[in-house]
């Protein structure tokens, strides 16, 4: 057994060995929803976990959309599966925990009915409101106050693209909420969004922790149809009738509100210090860091979220990550591809001769230019399926380095690298590509939902049972090492992204003028 397997065992306890208190983890991701059960010392139950996928559904002119009801019922199906599984173990629960992709929105009416779907961060159909913005707004003071640029992954891009693509829907809706907070409704009748799901909005002032009335004077939506504001720690009780019947071991717990995924991910992960810098990748791709005191200005090519009402997450997103993969790979017609794994392992670096700009959905860090597609240039005849595949690989990782050279700008010493998210844990190939690109050892984090696992960290905290994350074991691997051989090929290979970019793609303009980075 090697180290990676050892350290992923003991992130693991059997129900009997299990630490008190007990925390049910929710997790709704963008491709698959998970709820598990972590003890005491942040440790998953062996057994106690169900899943179901679920598709966000994509169309040509740039959709990114999901029934919010449909993924309800997936939620509590989920619910049904796990909460099915009998034992002492049901009256050890001391809360539920909950994490949620964020930037999605959906409008709801007065009876807390959905009135349009559910659109995500991944939808681009408001590109064309982003000029307005900048002409209506300064960026760089927005930026500031919000920590989010103008693009139409957030909502102000949003909001005004449905006000003026649906005329009439803004005056269904009595309310504008997330998907976690939907949740909350149906479960109690009532909802607050708390300040780590409000930051990913763009709407959030996150140095007042309150809306950010500057931009909702220019906007169709008033501070009336967003949720109250709340913190992570401030539970609600008391499950409705129907869902109290259905579920009594959760009837009366506390039920923290949810905090957004790429929080509760580098928690999950150990990295909740400037000590660390968390690299996810799951359907999409992340470089965040934890501090305790926000920069006041923010370079263009970064955002500033909130964990929650102590501490912020500075970091970048791409929105290609294993969802890449997964079009390349099916696109390519791979999946029936022979040893998929060792074959682009054992290819050398950049060999293949092309360049790949890897927008399926837009740009997010660090360009912003949320009109960018996807690009593959040089092939030849002599090109094949399996070299397309890695370039696009590489591609990704080429976009993480230009992330990562930002954030270490801003975070003290060298900070330790910890690698999470299914795309990167199931490919050893893609790890070590992503090690050899940054130039820096990258150590896999042995926790395999550590969103879950965020979520339900926070939660303790929240209920007094650890004093400190610090207190908590984190099972973090034996970093890899970068190849300098690899690492000097690689940076010629990011060059040589950057001029196909500069010549193909106009960046989203800077805050206050200038070139945008990357």
Avoid at 188 to 217: I, P
């Amino acid at each position: 057994m090697d180290l990676s397997s050892r350290v992923f065992l003991m992130s693991t306890v059997t129900v009997p060995g299990a630490a008190l208190p007990l925390i049910l983890s929710i997790d709704v991701g963008t491709s698959s929803i998970r709820v598990m059960v972590f003890d005491g010392q942040g440790r998953a139950v062996e057994g106690l976990e169900a899943r179901r996928a679920h598709e966000i559904q994509a169309g040509p002119e740039g959709a990114a959309e999901a029934d919010p009801d449909a993924l309800l019922e997936i939620l509590f199906q989920c619910l049904d599966e796990l909460m099915g599984k009998r034992g002492p173990w049901q009256s050890r629960l001391s809360g539920v925990a909950a994490c949620t992709f964020v930037n999605n929105i959906l409008g709801i009416d007065g009876d807390h009915r959905a009135v349009a779907p559910l659109t995500t961060y991944a939808d681009t159909r408001g590109e064309g409101e982003v000029a307005g913005l900048r002409a209506d707004f300064d960026e760089t003071q927005a930026h500031d106050r919000t920590g989010c640029r103008f693009h139409p992954s957030y909502l102000p891009a949003r909001l005004r693209w449905l006000n003026r693509a649906r005329p009439g829907l803004g005056a269904r809706v009595a309310r504008w909420v997330s998907i976690g907070e939907y949740l909350e409704l149906k479960l109690f009748g009532d909802a607050a969004v708390t300040y780590s799901v409000a930051s990913w909005s763009g709407l959030l002032n996150r140095m007042t922790l309150t809306w950010d009335r500057q931009l909702l004077a220019g906007l169709p939506v008033r501070e009336s149809q967003l949720s109250p504001l709340t913190d992570v720690n401030r539970p609600r009780r008391g499950l409705r009738p129907p869902f109290a019947r259905r579920w009594p071991a959760l009837a009366d717990i506390p039920w923290f509100p949810a905090v957004g995924d790429g929080a509760a991910a580098n928690i999950g992960s150990g990295c909740f210090s400037p000590r660390e810098v968390a690299l996810t990748m799951g359907t999409t791709s992340a470089l965040r860091t934890v501090l305790t005191a926000a920069p006041e200005h923010l370079p263009p090519g970064l955002w500033c979220y909130r964990v929650d009402g102590r501490r912020s997450l500075l970091g970048g997103a791409l929105s290609e990550g294993g969802s890449l993969f997964a079009w390349m790979k099916d696109t390519l017609n791979l999946d029936s591809f022979p040893d998929l794994e060792e074959a682009l392992g054992g290819m050398e670096p950049d060999s293949h001769g092309l360049t790949v700009l890897p927008f399926l959905a837009g740009e997010r860090s660090p360009g912003w230019a949320g009109h960018a597609r996807a690009v593959l240039a040089g092939l030849s005849l002599a090109t094949t399926p399996l070299q397309i595949l890695r370039a696009g690989m590489e591609a990704v990782a080429y976009r993480l380095h230009l992330v990562f050279e930002l954030l270490r700008s801003l975070v003290p010493g060298e900070a330790r690298v910890v690698a999470s998210g299914g795309a990167l844990l199931h490919s050893p190939a893609w790890l070590q590509i992503v090690t050899d690109v940054l130039g820096r050892p990258v150590a896999a984090c042995g926790v395999a939902e550590a969103t879950g696992r965020g979520a339900a960290l926070l939660a303790l905290e929240a209920l007094g049972a650890v004093a400190s994350l610090e207190d908590v074991p984190h099972f973090i691997g034996e970093p890899r090492r970068p190849d300098p051989r690899r690492n000097a090929l690689y940076r010629r290979a990011v060059e040589r992204q950057q001029e196909l970019y500069a010549k193909l793609i106009n960046p989203s303009p800077p805050p206050g003028g200038g070139k945008a980075p990357g």
